[in-house]
């Protein structure tokens, strides 16, 4: 089976699904959530550069068509912290 590849929102790099962050608005709910659910789906590179420029210019909210909370932001700015620090210990 060929491997699932999926394109970043920021910085536009190909590569394989399980490098990037999944972010999903749930249908038919509409919330947004990370890693699961089924519905619209959005990847993003774990990287500083990536984050912040989806931030900046609602790259999340126009490609999910949805507006997204703070929290989740708050969520991966974490979770790129403890890989941070995982990578340098």
Not at 9 to 16: M, P, Y
Not at 21 to 48: F, H, K, N
Not at 53 to 68: P, Y
Request: glycine share 4%; aromatic share 6%; charged share 25%.
């Amino acid at each position: 089976m060929e491997p699932n590849y999926r394109r970043c929102l920021s910085c536009r790099k190909v590569a394989h699904k399980e490098t990037f962050w999944r972010i999903v608005r749930v249908y038919p709910s509409r919330q947004v959530q990370l890693d699961e659910g089924m519905g619209r789906s959005a990847y993003l590179c774990p990287q500083t550069s990536c984050l912040a420029a989806a931030q900046k210019k609602n790259r999340l909210g126009r490609s999910l068509r949805a507006s997204i909370p703070d929290n989740l932001y708050k969520t991966l700015e974490q979770r790129l912290a403890a890989v941070a620090n995982t990578r340098s210990t």
